[in-house]
C-alpha cells in the first residue's frame, strides 16, 4: 500500500492542475480548491451556502471561485471540465442520486476529462477508528464505491484504482472534529472516546500517546469521459 504525506501529493501525481479547468465536488473549507488555484488551475468550489461561507472566509490563493450546488445537479455548462474532483465527498452524495451524480459528471466533462474520486476506506485499527465516532460511514462508503464502479455505464471508462494511506495524529483528529462538530458538549465527549482509544493503541504499539500514528486508508479511483 503506498503512502502519501497529504492529499495534495495524491493530486500533484495524479491531476494536472495549470491552466486545466477543475471543479472540486464537496470542497468544504476550499483548502484543494485554493491549493489547485495556486497551482494555476481555474477551479470552482462546490458546496452547501454555509460551507461555502467557511471557504470564503479564508484568503484567496489565485482565481479560485465557488458555487452552492450539489453533485446529482451540477450548475455547469455541458463539456465544461478537464476534470472533476470529489474528495471524501461522493460518500456524502444520497445513495438514490448517486447515479444521476454519475450522469452529471459525464454530463459536464470534456472528452477525455478526467473525474477523480478519493474516498475513505475502513480498516480497523486504523483512522477510520476515531471519524466514525462521528458517523459510522462504513455501509455508506461500499454503496459510494459500488456507484463509483458502476458509472462504466454511464461512459466513464477506469484508468485507474488504488488503495493508499497517509498518517494522522490525535491532534488531526481534533481539528477535524473541531471543524464538523459544532456543538461544544458533543465535541468533548467524542474527543474524549478518542483520546481513550488512542491511549489504548498508543500503549499496545509501545509509544507515547503523542507519537502514535494511524493509517488513513483511502481509494482512488480515476474515471475518463470516452467520446460519443
Known sequence: MKKYLTHTDVLLRHLPCKNRTIID?????????????GQGARVTGLDS????????????WGTEAYVAG??????FMEGTA?????????????????????????RVLKNGGQAIFIEPVYRAGAYTELTRLVEDEEEIQKRAYAAIVSLADSGLATKKEEIFYMERQFADYVRLVEFFVEDASSREAIL??????????????????????YRSICRLNILVKCEG
Open 70 to 75: 450539489g453533485a446529482q445537479k451540477l450548475p
Open 25 to 37: 465536488v464537496g470542497c468544504g473549507n476550499g483548502d484543494t480548491v485554493r491549493w489547485l488555484a
Open 192 to 213: 474524549a472516546r478518542a483520546r481513550k482509544i488512542t491511549a489504548g493503541f498508543s500503549a499496545a504499539a509501545g509509544l507515547d500517546f503523542a507519537d502514535f500514528r
Open 49 to 60: 451556502p454555509e460551507m461555502l461561507a467557511k471557504a470564503r472566509s479564508l484568503p484567496p
Open 82 to 106: 478537464d476534470a472533476i474532483l470529489y474528495q471524501a465527498s461522493f460518500h456524502h452524495v444520497p445513495v438514490e442520486a448517486m447515479a444521476d451524480a454519475g450522469r452529471e459528471c459525464r
